[in-house]
Structures are given as structure tokens and as C-alpha cells.
């Protein structure tokens, strides 16, 4: 099983609509988690960090669901502009341990 | 916005080549990383550093190297480039192994 497991996509979805996607992560032991957005042929930025069961910045939500190892990520009244991948981050949880990016969700947001 | 620069941006070079992707960054982070991702496809961590005169072999195998002589600075060199070392080339930089601050790339075509 990967570290760090991301459904790719993609997710097409219309303008306006809702729209969740999840990350499942292995290790128990970790404790903080980030969702980042990736443009097309860009570099990944911050979105949103999830520290304890979620948090919310506008239109989107992150939750954490410990009992179930998963963090998923909604975005509501979705914008053509919210096209990107969304990348689901693990930190390291010791210090041997490296940062773990997941392989990315699609989301495309078609008029 | 991040204070993380890489140069140059684009570069097209034949096969045979020595090249040096330069990364600087001036937040004073000790984490600085080098990642390589081909398009629509997943990050990938070929090489990181956690101080000066400290680097490590990331998960992807790589035949470039990398040097850490000053916190600010992690260049990424190639002896010889091949066709195969297309791709982009992200460089990033951490406070503290959790929040990634990545610069905007270098995009590395070998003829």
C-alpha cells in the first residue's frame, strides 16, 4: 500500500457545483496534513493545512477523519478557476522521514 | 510570496552537456529539496538537503547531484544530458519539514 493514496481523477464537474475528494494516508502516527494546488505546467502552492478535524477558508473545507486514516478536500460553488490537481501531503513524522506528496486528483471545471 | 528562485526557467540544451539548474532561496530554511516531474504526472524527489554540507538521495533514482556549501543555495548539476532527463525540475525550500515552499521551476528539454 502507498504512503499516501490519491484518486487521480479525472473529476468533471460544471460550474457551481460541489465537489470532495479524499487522500488516504498510512502511518497513523501522523499528525498534520496539506492540501496543494497545482496548475498546469506550474508549481505546487499551499491550499490549506488540516491540523486537527478540518478547516475552512471560504469556499473550501478540509477534514480529517483519523479512525478512518483519510483527509478530504470540498470545494463548494465550484469556479472555472478551481481547475487544477490537488495534491494531498503527509509531513514527515520522525525525523529520518521525508515529506510525501500524493500522486494528485484532476479536477476540471467545464461552463 | 515565496523568496525562492530558480534559473533559469527554461533551457534547451544537446545531449552531452554539463548543465547547473541554480535554486536560491531567503528564508533562511535548513530543508531544501529537488523534485522532477514529467507532465500530468506525480512529484517526484530525486535529491534533499536538511543544512549546509548535508545532501541525500531522494526516492527517484537520479544520475544528477546536488551540494549544499551555503544554506541559501542548492544547485543541481548535470555532467552529461541525455534525452532522457526531460522534464521539470522543482526546487523547494522548509522551515520545518511540514510547509513547502517551491520556486517556479525549471523546464529542461535535452535534444
Known amino acids: 500500500r502507498k504512503e499516501v493514496e490519491q484518486d487521480p481523477g479525472p473529476f468533471n464537474v460544471p460550474e457551481g457545483a460541489t465537489v470532495a475528494f479524499n487522500c488516504t494516508y498510512s502511518?497513523?502516527?501522523?499528525?498534520?496534513f496539506f492540501w496543494y494546488r497545482q496548475d498546469c505546467r506550474k508549481e505546487p502552492k499551499l491550499l490549506m493545512s488540516?491540523?486537527?478535524s478540518g478547516n475552512e477558508d471560504g469556499r473550501f473545507t478540509a477534514q480529517l477523519n483519523r479512525a478512518s486514516q483519510y483527509i478530504s478536500l470540498l470545494i463548494r460553488d465550484s469556479k472555472l478557476s478551481d481547475s487544477a490537481t490537488y495534491l494531498c501531503?503527509?509531513?514527515?513524522?520522525?525525523?529520518?522521514?521525508?515529506?510525501?506528496f500524493g500522486s494528485g486528483t484532476r479536477l476540471s471545471i467545464r461552463p | 510570496e515565496a523568496d525562492i528562485y530558480q534559473t533559469p526557467r527554461y533551457l534547451v540544451i544537446g545531449t552531452g552537456k554539463k548543465i547547473t539548474l541554480e535554486c536560491s532561496q531567503t528564508?533562511?530554511?535548513?530543508?531544501m529539496y529537488w523534485y522532477q516531474q514529467d507532465p500530468g504526472m506525480e512529484l517526484h524527489l530525486i535529491h534533499y538537503?536538511?543544512?549546509?554540507?548535508?545532501?541525500e538521495k531522494g526516492d527517484l533514482s537520479s544520475e544528477s547531484t546536488v551540494s549544499r556549501i551555503r544554506t541559501e543555495h542548492f544547485p543541481l548539476t548535470l555532467e552529461s544530458a541525455r534525452p532522457s532527463h526531460t522534464s521539470q525540475y522543482l526546487c523547494?525550500?522548509?522551515?520545518?519539514?511540514?510547509?513547502?515552499?517551491f520556486g517556479s521551476g525549471t523546464q529542461l528539454s535535452v535534444l
Open positions: 488540516v491540523y486537527s
Open positions: 528564508m533562511g530554511h535548513d530543508k
Open positions: 501531503v503527509v509531513p514527515p513524522y520522525s525525523s529520518a522521514s521525508k515529506i510525501i
Open positions: 538537503s536538511y543544512g549546509v554540507n548535508s545532501t
Open positions: 523547494a525550500s522548509s522551515e520545518d519539514s511540514e510547509k513547502l515552499f
Open positions: 502511518n497513523s502516527a501522523s499528525q498534520s
